[in-house]
């Protein structure tokens, strides 16, 4: 007789799902067969006094900017307000050890074939599998069911190396920046390619916060999204900065980074008049910006992600400075980023560790 017991999702008691808000959570309706095992972590941002309804049935806690600010003290500095970086305080009060973000404006995609995809499954799968950072896989996902290392590959690299992050990606509105949104206003993406790739060693992307799962106990640390919206110069930029700051720290400690499925169906596009504003100091920046994460190196005796951290911090002030105060200013906002981690999750601080504990 088939077994009538149905399977415990995995990874359960060890993941966490941190979904930034300023609206009503309706959209977990949609996501409730896959999403309702799990503890959810809702940052409310804005108005603290809005109350967010949450559909019944859902586990979760939820934190406010008044919460943020009792939690941390004078160390909220550290987290932006009005812009979804705030998600980033999730990462930080969740106690497992994967996290998995999605904005609520992503819905269930479905697969050329009109199945309905179960994008958490999806990143489980891409962080419990290796990743080969340090030689490309041209049949792409090696340890994916009926693919493997192609002739060529060297044997002692396919053991592969532990996953950090898996950055999922998006039909229908695809997250492009103001400048080719107003250019490009009614493209939609409707290409769904059926590949999980590791980003290679050496190599940045631009993360994008709205679909991305990662080990927190790997990388955690290093997932600051920065200081952005309210009173800062720049919004838009939170998943980029965490973006390049954690392959910087995954190249240096031999862990992997992966882009590709699953999908999710991105439901609504933003204001590019509005995100124009946010982004426009961030696109002419980031061409200084990249070729300082492009040349970034941290010493060998950094062997933890908080010592790697603070070290990228240091060169931040040094090499980023002169480019705008801001970035001064965000330097020491990763060093406060570093020491709330260490405050909330004091069995991972760096001290213990460094202590060889
Ligand atoms: O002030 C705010 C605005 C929004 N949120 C929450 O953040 C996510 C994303 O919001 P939205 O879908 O409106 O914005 P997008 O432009 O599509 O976001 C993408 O661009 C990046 C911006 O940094 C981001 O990585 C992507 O998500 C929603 O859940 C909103 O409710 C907020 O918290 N505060
Ligand atoms: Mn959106």
Request: glycine share 6%; proline share 7%; aromatic share 12%.
């Amino acid at each position: 007789m088939a077994s009538s017991v149905t399977p415990t999702p995995l990874l359960k008691d060890e993941l966490d799902i941190v979904i930034p808000t300023i609206r009503n959570l309706d959209f977990l309706e949609m996501w409730r067969p896959f999403f309702q095992p799990y503890h959810l972590i809702i940052v409310q941002d804005g108005d603290p006094s809005k109350v967010i309804k949450v559909p019944e049935g859902f586990d979760y806690e939820l934190y406010n900017r008044n919460d943020i600010n009792r939690i941390l003290g004078p160390k909220a500095s550290c987290i932006s307000f009005k812009d979804s970086a705030c998600r980033c305080f999730g990462y930080m009060v969740s106690k497992k050890k994967y996290i998995f973000t999605i904005d609520d404006d992503c819905f269930v995609a479905k697969d050329p074939s009109g199945n309905d995809i179960n994008a958490l499954e999806q990143h489980i799968k891409n962080l419990l599998s290796p990743s080969t950072p340090f030689f490309f896989n041209t049949l792409y996902d090696p340890y994916r069911e009926g693919a493997d290392f192609v002739r060529g590959y060297p044997f002692s690299l396919r053991e592969g190396v532990s996953t950090a992050v898996s950055h999922g990606l998006w039909l229908n509105i695809p997250d492009y920046d103001a400048p080719t949104q107003l250019v490009k206003p009614r493209e939609r993406n409707t290409r769904f390619v059926d590949a999980v790739m590791t980003i290679p060693k050496g190599t940045l992307f631009p993360m994008c916060g709205m679909n991305l799962a990662f080990d927190r106990e790997l990388i955690g640390p290093a997932m600051y999204f920065g200081l952005m919206g309210d009173g800062q110069p720049i919004g838009r930029y939170d998943d980029m900065w965490a973006g390049w700051c954690i392959k910087v720290i995954c190249d240096h400690l031999g862990l992997g980074v992966k882009t590709g499925l699953p999908y999710i169906w991105h439901s609504k596009a933003s204001n590019p008049f509005v995100n124009l504003k946010k982004e426009y100091k961030g696109i002419y920046w980031q061409e200084e910006l990249i070729p300082f994460f492009q040349a970034a190196t941290l010493p060998k005796e950094c062997t933890t992600v908080q010592s790697c951290y603070k070290e990228l911090s240091k060169q931040v002030k040094a090499k980023l400075g002169k480019i705008d105060d801001y970035f001064n200013k965000l330097a020491d906002a990763m060093l406060t980023w570093i020491e709330a981690w260490d405050e909330l999750n004091p069995s991972t601080s760096s001290q213990k560790l460094s202590n060889g504990k």
